[in-house]
């Protein structure tokens, strides 16, 4: 049993490690340009940074382990928050974060679904918020010093919209305990993700 487990353990890793090449080094990244306009551009960014489409399933099925009260409160408050940080960011102009907050939100958010921990719907939302501010923050300042237009904020709000109602509206209607422990496993495949995503940000700080 010991030796399945840890052979469990390494499958886990590896996945998360394969997953993380995947995944993009700096906010920076992965600014598509579609040529149907910025909102288009937008929603093309939250589906290829895959750092930012990770931070909304995570947050969707910890909400969604919450119950549908949670779960309706998260799907309004994250992309709302996403897009009041965006035009925070491309405003500002100024990265005020710090480095590996990316990789902090996924790690946190992926221990949580892991624990299977049912938030609070006020709970809930406030995380939803905070997480959305400093994403949306991260992506309005590398929106503004690329020079593209802020309406693409509207896409990748929209599109986070999207994505956390189809995941939240499968978690919510989970009902056979083996289902939760699947949503449980995905958790901690995304702290595994966030885990080594932070090892590879501290790596490039030193």
Not at 99 to 107: P, V
Request: hydrophobic letters at 60%; a positive charge.
């Amino acid at each position: 049993m010991a030796r399945a487990g840890v052979t469990h353990r390494a499958r886990t890793v590896g996945a998360g490690a394969a997953l993380l090449l995947c995944l993009p080094a700096t906010a920076h990244a992965h600014l598509v340009t579609t040529g149907l306009g910025p909102i288009y551009d937008g929603i093309s960014h939250l589906f290829v940074s895959f750092d930012d489409l990770l931070v909304v399933v995570a947050m969707a099925l910890l909400a969604g382990l919450g119950g549908p009260s949670a779960g309706r409160q998260t799907l309004f408050a994250l992309p709302s928050a996403w897009l009041v940080g965006g035009v925070a960011g491309y405003l500002g102009r100024v990265t005020v974060l710090p480095a590996g907050i990316t990789s902090l939100s996924l790690l946190a958010l992926g221990i949580l679904v892991a624990l299977n921990v049912r938030l609070a719907p006020w709970i809930a939302t406030t995380v939803a918020v905070v997480v959305g501010v400093a994403h949306g923050w991260l992506n309005g300042t590398a929106i503004a010093s690329a020079g593209r237009e802020a309406s693409g904020l509207v896409g990748i709000a929209g599109a986070a919209f999207v994505v956390a109602a189809l995941v939240l509206g499968g978690v919510v209607s989970l009902r056979a305990p083996w289902t939760r422990i699947a949503v449980r496993v995905a958790g901690s495949w995304i702290a595994a993700i966030g885990l080594l995503l932070l090892g590879w940000t501290l790596k490039g700080r030193l």
